[in-house]
């Protein structure tokens, strides 16, 4: 007697190759958590380029800069989890000489994207500067090499710009926290409006036990992160994940809505973001 089995559904997963998005997606990416019905296939690119594919609705889930939701939200919906938020810190201005924050207007800065939220929170805090994207891994290579001033840092550089001899003009988690006393809402994950109902309720609950389940198995989850943490040390890495894999990252809460919102609002006002949003979490 032969059986049918039931069809199996692909959904596209999209992150960035970095140590912390990485430990979020262990269990999913190493089959650890799954359910029945849906097999999820990954794929690794730097965070502008998902945030130009989601523009063009590439991915069923993807993770993007906060800074790009404005410009998806007919496609795609928040998750409630699996965000990377800084809470007093974040992204940084570096130099390879000191100089002040507000030196930093008119100078020609490397930016690791036009979309992302460490560009839009930069351009918040000093919008005349010359900006020079550039891959997030070749910016430091741009500011020792001088062919900017500075550069704004994402990921582990974050951990390692002193150690390689640049200084900290600005660190835009720090000022945003002080100045409107929330954490700095860096990116999220998304998935597509047009999944069936059930299919995001999944996607949602598979996200979170995948996070649930790296930090339960906190060392397994960190060696497989490690491989996407260019040549950083354990020690580091670990710090790094423990900065923006927190309990925001396993349920946004409202603080998260509330801070995008307000990121986001900020931006329309000062015409960086062509039209106002409202901020919509799947729940």
């Not at 090499?145 to 390692?160: K, M, N, P, R, Y």
Request: charge should be negative.
């Amino acid at each position: 007697m032969s059986t049918v089995s039931s069809p199996v559904r692909e959904i596209t997963v999209a992150h960035s190759p970095d140590s912390d998005d990485a430990f979020m997606f262990y269990g999913l990416a190493t089959n650890k958590v799954r359910v029945p019905g849906l097999r999820f296939t990954h794929t690794l690119c730097d965070i502008e380029t998902l945030n130009r594919d989601a523009q063009r609705g590439v991915y069923d889930v993807t993770a993007i800069s906060f800074h790009a939701y404005p410009y998806i939200q007919d496609n795609y919906a928040l998750m409630p989890c699996g965000g990377s938020v800084g809470d007093g810190y974040g992204p940084m201005v570096v130099s390879t000489r000191p100089f002040t924050q507000t030196e930093i207007k008119g100078r020609k800065i490397a930016v690791p994207g036009k979309l992302t939220t460490a560009y839009l929170a930069l351009k918040l805090f000093q919008p005349d500067f010359e900006a020079v994207v550039t891959p997030f891994d070749k910016i430091m290579h741009a500011v020792r090499d001088h062919s900017v001033e500075a550069g704004l840092i994402i990921h582990e550089g974050q951990l390692t710009y002193d150690r390689e001899g640049f200084h900290r003009v600005l660190d835009l988690g720090r000022w945003w926290k002080g100045k409107y006393g929330m954490p700095l809402p860096l990116g999220g994950n998304v998935l597509l409006r047009t999944l069936p109902g059930d299919v995001q309720s999944e996607c949602c609950r598979l996200m979170r036990e995948s996070i649930q389940y790296a930090l339960d198995n906190r060392d397994e989850a960190l060696s497989y992160a490690l491989q996407f943490a260019r040549d950083m040390e354990t020690s580091l890495a670990e710090k790094f994940v423990g900065m923006y894999v927190n309990h925001y990252t396993l349920d946004a809460g409202d603080i998260v809505p509330a801070a995008v919102q307000k990121l986001l609002d900020l931006g329309h006002e000062a015409g960086l973001i062509p039209r106002r949003v409202k901020v919509e979490f799947v729940r």
